[in-house]
């Protein structure tokens, strides 16, 4: 007779064959342990979490490549839709306001942080809708509210510093008169500084 059971080593008995009845008693089974070296979990990363009547965007579930702004960890996210003047809206509510840690760094534009900002330097995006100072002075609960971002940041500042040069150069494809090709070159260069109190760009 043998036993089995998950987890347990076999349990082997010989039965008498002239009985036709035989009482085991109790039967005690041990455990079959194995030594496991390794064990890997695979799981996709949460791309976003609800936390009351905040959504928050996680960065560490997209690919963003070197030198990405902000704006690169949204345009993956589902529920949000970038137009082609990089003007963001939740749930098809447009962003009116961005803060990054809590602050109005650069002021009331609402995409110049998220096209500042490199998305390695973000750890979570909030996205919530919040009364509007005035219309709350003039309506109180029943004001009007827009939908704002608050981006987090793995290290706190209370300024920041922008710099990108772009430069470009080639010929044209088809020849001029006298056989050459004209040499064509452009130089773009745009820098900022904002912080609380001003914003230059």
Excluded: C
Excluded at 116 to 132: C, L, R
């Amino acid at each position: 007779m043998e036993i089995s059971y998950l987890g347990y080593k076999l349990y082997m008995a010989m039965l008498p064959t002239d009985e036709p009845e035989y009482e085991l008693g109790m039967v005690r089974m041990a455990p079959d342990t194995k030594e496991i070296y390794r064990v890997v979990v695979t799981s996709r990363i949460q791309m976003y979490k609800i936390s009351g009547d905040t959504i928050v965007y996680l960065p560490a579930s997209v690919n963003t490549m070197e030198g990405d702004a902000a704006i690169e960890i949204l345009r993956q996210m589902p529920g949000v839709t970038i137009d082609s003047e990089g003007g963001v809206s939740i749930l098809g509510k447009k962003v009116e306001r961005t803060y990054v840690n809590g602050r109005l760094l650069f002021g009331l534009s609402p995409t110049a942080a998220l096209k500042t900002i490199e998305a390695k330097e973000v750890s979570a995006i909030q996205a919530y809708d919040e009364a509007d100072e005035q219309q709350e002075i003039l309506y109180g609960k029943n004001a009007e509210k827009r939908k704002a971002l608050n981006i987090l940041t793995f290290k706190q500042f209370t300024r920041t510093l922008s710099a990108r040069v772009k430069a470009e150069g080639g010929q044209d494809f088809s020849k001029d008169t006298d056989g050459d090709r004209r040499n064509r070159y452009n130089l773009e260069a745009e820098a900022g500084s904002y912080s609380e109190k001003l914003q230059i760009t």
